[in-house]
Structures are given as structure tokens and as C-alpha cells.
């Protein structure tokens, strides 16, 4: 079976709410919409206070080329557009709208009948992505219609699918596919439309055998008028959802250093994003929603739910069964990469995926040991890179020695962290590094 | 057998001497003798706080300038420039002693603890993660970065409150320490006699409601110390009081008038009451 070659480490995957389908959290009296859900620029708003909205209605413009459109996940009045803390106290810009009914803008189709039929042009289709407000749902945000804009001496031949859900407890993927499985399919033909090709790989972890049965026996009815869509199962191992580790895990090709991924000639898609993308396209609906799961060994009843953007995590934290006794840490998105959060009361946006809750024995983190050059985590790093020796140089502040040992190839996975025998906190440190020298070459090259 | 290594090792440490010399001759790097000798004066602490690289380039700095204006040794302050500019033949330019103050009260007890860090214990890395353990988002972290890049001991960690603790007497007022810091909580004000200062010990910026719940010493804006000095050294600006150190003449007014205590005056004799 395939999967990347370098590093890579084996996290109990701990996908307890494989099984419960997907529940609707109910709409809140109040949302929080934040302008800033995507990387780039923060979308400029586009209604005053006071105004109208309707649920699916543009209230934020994108504010750059990098940037994403914001939508009411609601209908109601515009309370108030202030800046407000999130779970980590960082101030956002955020529109706070006061509920009223469920009113959806004219066109948006919010059925769940299946439409496979589209007609728009590559052009058309790019277009509607903008406006809809679709940015990468695996966690980056990364703005779609960006990323099918590939630079011309980029020749793309294939279409990657990240169906792969490699942090462990996240589930909401996985339901997604055996939930909405046509309807992937549909966004997988618009997408190769968009780019103009024929072929696309979805990858997909073998811990998820119903779903890559379920996507294969649909192949046959999708893979007509030329289209070559391949369901792929790879070999459990993290960070496999990594965008570089994808693209070597099912093509082989390398992202070289520097380069960007749609260089190898593929453009990766999260799974979720497909189906944002077909939700836009076939059926006029902008994200308003988003997929979190809500787990932990001790919640009462977790599971995936589905949730309006500004709805406060609480709300489907409360629905699993609240907070159990003896958590340690809640952690925003998964175990791996995720980050602890201070409080619940904080808007659902593109960013959030899931709510995991630790124990207090889970959580805690081992004594910081010294040291003892065992090169675990270089066996780990799946970019290979020495995380050792680039945490003492951010440690240092030796910037100029850790560029040249290319800290900013790191994607941030934490395998050295999870690998370390000593417990030492290696990706604090890269992080830290990685940061500073971003700056110091963004400042060079502006020079 | 002796004498042959013996006569052997001086023939060669000779011949070897004479190399050196002709090549130290033909290879010779001029350079101002002055630079040494102004290097000689300076303190040689290298911290950079007169936004040199070391004190080496602050010398070759002070050599090659027509006047010392703009040019200041921060830790030697104004008698090390003067026998700088005895060595150049030039005046050396009038400076203020500066000292670094802490502008956060984080005595944990006066603003509510929300969280708990467990990671690696250095402020620019807690930054990058969240805002800090307690309410207020502008709030000192506590994890001494400050303390670390001061060259001169100057900072220290209070044991009893957490807090940050500046020693006047050590702090030279190079700015390290304000480089360090990834919230903007030190700030370089003049040095007073008997090291007695007065400012604005926050740096919270949101509306009163909000920085008074974060905390029970933050500056809420109100501008009554505005109304109150008399020699126009206090600004409001984004909900915070900031005094200008060159036009305070530390009368304490706006002390006694500051309803949250974000005011501090160091230093002063108690006034009995």
C-alpha cells in the first residue's frame, strides 16, 4: 500500500465517532462571524449595522487577491461589527448578528437533492468559488480559487483529493464521504473542469475501508466523458494529510524545497472543500456551515455535528454532553496540530474542524529531560530536517545557521515533539525559528 | 642529540620570524588608530543599544563621523562621550540617562487567572499561541524574555508576585530589554534622581469596561490625569494614558487622581496622611 517515504510516526488514531452520523446543531439567537477566516487579507464589510441580512448573503468582500468573501450563516439584523477575543484572547474583526427565523437568499437551493449536471465554463465556475467564499477546509484556509490559479509555468496533469484524516479522534471527513459520496464525486468533475483536466487521485487512509469501498462503487457512474477519478488507499502513518506528503505519497513526485506543490504538476483539494466547492457551484450555496467533530476517550456522547459558521463551539459541545469531569485540556482542531483553547465561547469558523477534549493524564506534558542525541526525531521529520538541532538554533537565536539548515521547510506536524524520549518541546522552538526567519527573508527580499 | 633539536626548533622559529615579519609588512591593513583607543573607553558590554553591532562598530562609527550628534553610549552615557569626543577632537552631543520600566502591574492576584501554560516557557513562543494565562491580552507573560536579553542583571523575576522587576540602579538603559519584549511592556523613561519615577503602568488598550474587568489596575482612558497636569506631558490615545517623560516634572497630581492605581510613582517618600 502506498505512502511518503520519509519519517512519519503512528498516533493511536482513536476515531471513536466513526460510526455517528453527522447532527445538526440548532441555530443560535446570536452569531459571530468573523471577518478573518482564511489567510490573507480580512475580507472588508459589506453591510451596516442595522442591516437585514438573509442567510447566504455576502457581508464581507474579499479585502486582496489572497483573501476569501464572508457570508451570513443567518438571517437576521446586523447588531453590531466590533472586534472580538477568541479562545486565545487575539482580537478579530467580527460581525454579530442577532437571529431572526431561517430565511435563506433568493437561489440558494438548501435540499439535499443531487445535482449532477453543470454547464458553466472553467471561467464561470472559478468565479462562483470566489464569490462563495471557499477556502481550504483542511485546516489552512488557503483560498481555493487561489490555488486552481496555478503560476503558467506550473503544467497540472492531476487532482488530488485529501480524504486522508490523519490527526487522530477527527471523524467529520470520513462521515462526509459516506454521507455526501455523490456529491463529492459531482465536485471532484468540477474541479477537473476548472482545471481542465481528466484525472484526480482521492487518497484516502486505510482506517476508513466503508468510505473507500462506498467511493469506489461509485466510480463507475462518475468516471464517464473521459474522467479518470482513482480511489486510492494509503498505509496508515502521520502527517499522511500533509500537502507535500500527499502528492509523494500517490504520485511519488517531490516538492522540492522552496517550491510551491502545484510545481510537481498536482493541486491538492481537501475533501471537505470539494464538497464546498459543489455545494457553490451546483447549488448556489455559500459555506455557511461547517463539519466538527466533538470527541474525547470520556465525552458522554460524542460525534460529528454540523454547525453554522458563528455558532459558539459550546453549543455542540453541550449537545455531545458537555465538558466531563477530569479534562485537561480542550484542544481546537485535532491532537497533532491542534491548539489548546482557553474557553468555548468562541465562534465556529473555516478554521475550526473539531473539539477534543483530553484528560488530565492525556494532557499534561512530560518533564523536559535533556537532550540525549538519540535522533529520534530526525527519523521522525517526514520533511528531513534535523528538528534537534533547528529548536537549539531558534533557542540560540542563531537565524542565519538555522536558514541555511532549512527550518522554513517545516510543516509544523510535531512528529519530533510526539517522537522525543525526553519530552522536549522541539516544535515550540521551530516554530519560533521558523517565524523569525520567514521575517528575516520577507524583509530581505523586500530590500 | 639534545642540542640538535634544540639548534634544529630555533632555526626554524627564526627563519619563521622573518616570514612573518616581511609578510606582516607587505600585508598590512591600515586602520585609524583612534578606533582602539575610543574602543578602549567604551564600555564593552556589545548590547547594542546604540543600534551598533558591538562596540567595535560603535567606534568606527564615532572615527568616521564629522560630529558626535546622534552618536550615544546608552550604559556609559554622557562621561564616556565626553572622553569619546576628547580622543576625536569633538564635542560630545548632550544625552539624558535613561532607565527601563515595566509597564504591567501583573500581580496575579489583581486580574483573574483563566488558563494554565504548560509549554516551552519563552515569551515570543506563548505569544505565537495565546495571549497569556490571564484575562487581559496585553498583560506581561511572566517567562522573563526581558530578563534573559538584559546584559547587565538589571531584571529579575519577583519571586512573591511574578511580576518583572527593574533595578535602576543596574539598568543602563541600552533597550534590550524593549527589543525583548514581545507585548511592549518595557518602555525606556528618564532617569530621576533617586531613581524616583512616575508613569502609566499598563498597556491596555481596550475600553474601560473591558480593561477594568481584565484587570483591576488597568489604565481605563478616563483623561483625568489629562485635565490634571499642568504641564500637558499626559496623551489618551486608544483608551490609554501615556506621560511624556521629557515634560514631566513629577508632581504627582495625576497619582493621586488615577481612580484604578494604574498610575505608579517609585521611589517617592511616603506621604503621611
Not at chain 1, 453541550?318 to 469531569?325: C, K, L, T, Y
Request: include cysteine; proline fraction near 5%.
Amino acid at each position: 500500500m502506498k505512502t511518503f517515504r520519509l519519517g512519519g510516526v503512528h498516533p493511536h488514531d482513536n476515531k471513536i465517532t466513526a460510526a455517528v452520523p453527522f447532527r445538526k446543531v440548532p441555530v443560535p439567537e446570536e452569531v459571530t462571524i468573523p471577518l478573518d477566516q482564511h489567510i490573507g487579507a480580512p475580507a472588508t464589510v459589506c453591510i451596516a449595522v442595522g442591516d437585514k441580512v438573509k442567510a447566504g448573503q455576502t457581508i464581507g468582500n474579499p479585502g486582496g487577491f489572497v483573501s476569501a468573501a464572508v457570508h451570513s450563516s443567518v438571517s437576521g439584523t446586523v447588531k453590531r461589527i466590533d472586534r472580538v477575543r477568541d479562545a486565545w484572547g487575539v482580537y478579530h474583526p467580527c460581525v454579530i448578528i442577532t437571529v431572526e427565523g431561517d430565511e435563506w437568499l433568493e437561489g440558494i437551493d438548501t435540499s439535499d437533492t443531487l445535482v449532477k449536471e453543470c454547464a458553466l465554463e472553467p471561467k464561470e465556475i472559478l468565479d462562483k468559488i470566489t464569490a462563495s467564499g471557499i477556502v481550504g477546509l483542511g485546516g489552512a484556509c488557503f483560498p481555493t480559487q487561489v490555488k486552481l490559479m496555478p503560476p503558467k509555468d506550473c503544467k497540472i496533469d492531476t487532482l488530488i483529493v485529501n480524504a486522508v484524516e490523519c490527526e487522530p479522534y477527527l471523524t467529520h471527513n470520513h462521515r462526509l464521504m459516506l454521507e455526501k459520496g455523490d456529491e463529492i464525486m459531482v465536485g471532484v468533475q468540477i474541479l477537473l473542469k476548472a482545471l481542465g483536466i481528466k484525472k484526480a487521485i482521492i487518497g484516502v487512509e486505510n482506517n476508513k475501508r466503508d468510505a473507500i469501498e462506498h467511493l469506489q462503487s461509485l466510480l463507475p457512474t462518475y468516471n464517464i466523458s473521459g474522467y479518470d477519478i482513482e480511489v486510492t488507499p494509503l498505509k496508515l502513518k502521520y502527517p499522511q494529510g500533509g500537502e507535500k506528503q500527499l502528492i509523494q505519497a500517490l504520485t511519488g513526485r517531490v516538492v522540492r524545497s522552496g517550491a510551491i506543490p502545484a510545481a510537481t504538476g498536482a493541486v491538492v483539494q481537501n475533501v471537505a472543500t470539494v464538497f464546498a466547492v459543489y455545494e457553490a457551484v451546483q447549488k448556489n450555496k455559500p459555506i455557511t456551515e461547517i463539519a466538527l467533530t466533538v470527541s474525547g476517550k470520556r465525552v458522554a456522547n460524542p460525534g460529528n455535528f454540523i454547525l453554522r459558521i458563528g455558532t459558539p463551539l459550546s453549543a455542540a459541545v453541550d449537545m455531545a454532553g458537555g465538558i466531563p469531569d477530569g479534562t485537561g485540556k480542550l484542544i481546537c482542531g485535532g491532537p497533532m496540530m491542534g491548539r489548546s483553547m482557553v474557553h468555548l465561547n468562541t465562534p465556529a469558523n473555516k478554521r475550526t474542524s473539531a473539539v477534543v477534549m483530553l484528560d488530565e493524564s492525556e494532557a499534561v506534558r512530560g518533564k523536559v529531560e535533556n537532550c540525549i542525541r538519540c535522533g529520534k526525531c530526525v527519523e521522525a521529520c517526514p520533511m528531513g530536517l534535523e528538528p534537534y538541532l533547528l529548536s537549539k538554533m531558534s533557542k540560540m537565536e542563531m537565524y542565519d545557521e538555522a536558514e541555511q539548515h532549512q527550518i522554513f521547510d517545516c510543516i509544523e506536524c510535531g512528529c519530533c515533539a510526539f517522537s522525543c524520549p525526553s519530552n522536549r518541546p522541539l516544535l515550540d522552538y521551530v516554530r519560533l525559528g521558523k517565524a523569525q526567519v520567514m521575517s528575516i527573508m520577507k524583509s530581505r527580499n523586500n530590500k | 642529540m639534545v642540542l640538535s633539536s634544540v639548534l634544529v626548533l630555533t632555526i626554524i622559529g627564526l627563519v619563521s620570524a622573518v616570514l612573518l615579519y616581511f609578510l606582516l609588512q607587505k600585508f598590512k591593513v591600515e586602520e585609524d588608530p583612534r578606533i582602539d583607543q575610543v574602543q578602549e573607553v567604551l564600555p564593552g558590554a556589545n548590547c547594542g543599544g546604540c543600534g551598533s553591532a558591538g562596540c567595535r562598530n560603535f567606534a568606527e562609527r564615532c572615527v568616521k563621523a564629522d560630529s558626535l550628534e546622534g552618536l550615544n553610549c546608552p550604559v556609559g552615557g554622557a562621561e564616556t562621550m565626553k572622553k569619546v569626543g576628547g580622543i576625536l577632537g569633538l564635542a560630545a552631543a548632550e544625552s539624558t540617562p535613561m532607565v527601563a520600566v515595566v509597564k504591567c502591574q501583573t500581580v496575579c492576584n489583581e486580574r483573574p487567572v483563566t488558563s494554565k501554560y504548560d509549554g516551552a516557557l519563552n515569551c515570543h513562543i506563548s505569544q505565537t499561541l495565546f495571549t497569556g494565562e490571564s484575562t487581559c491580552p496585553y498583560s506581561c507573560l511572566g517567562y522573563g524574555d526581558c530578563v534573559n536579553a538584559c546584559k547587565f542583571g538589571a531584571l529579575s523575576i519577583s519571586p512573591k508576585t511574578g511580576s518583572i522587576v527593574v533595578d535602576p540602579d543596574k539598568c543602563t538603559g541600552c533597550g534590550s530589554c524593549v527589543k525583548a519584549c514581545p507585548k511592549h511592556i518595557m518602555e525606556l523613561r528618564k532617569k530621576w534622581p533617586k531613581n524616583r519615577q512616575i508613569y502609566v503602568k499598563c498597556t491596555n488598550e481596550d475600553k474601560g469596561g473591558i480593561a477594568r474587568k481584565d484587570c483591576a489596575t488597568a489604565c481605563i482612558g478616563c483623561s483625568k490625569c489629562v485635565k490634571e497636569c499642568q504641564f500637558e506631558a499626559i496623551t489618551v490615545t486608544n483608551n490609554l494614558a501615556h506621560i511624556d517623560t521629557m515634560k514631566c516634572r513629577l508632581c504627582r497630581k495625576c497619582v493621586a487622581v488615577c481612580p484604578t492605581g494604574a498610575i505608579v510613582a517609585e521611589n517617592f517618600p511616603k506621604i503621611n496622611n
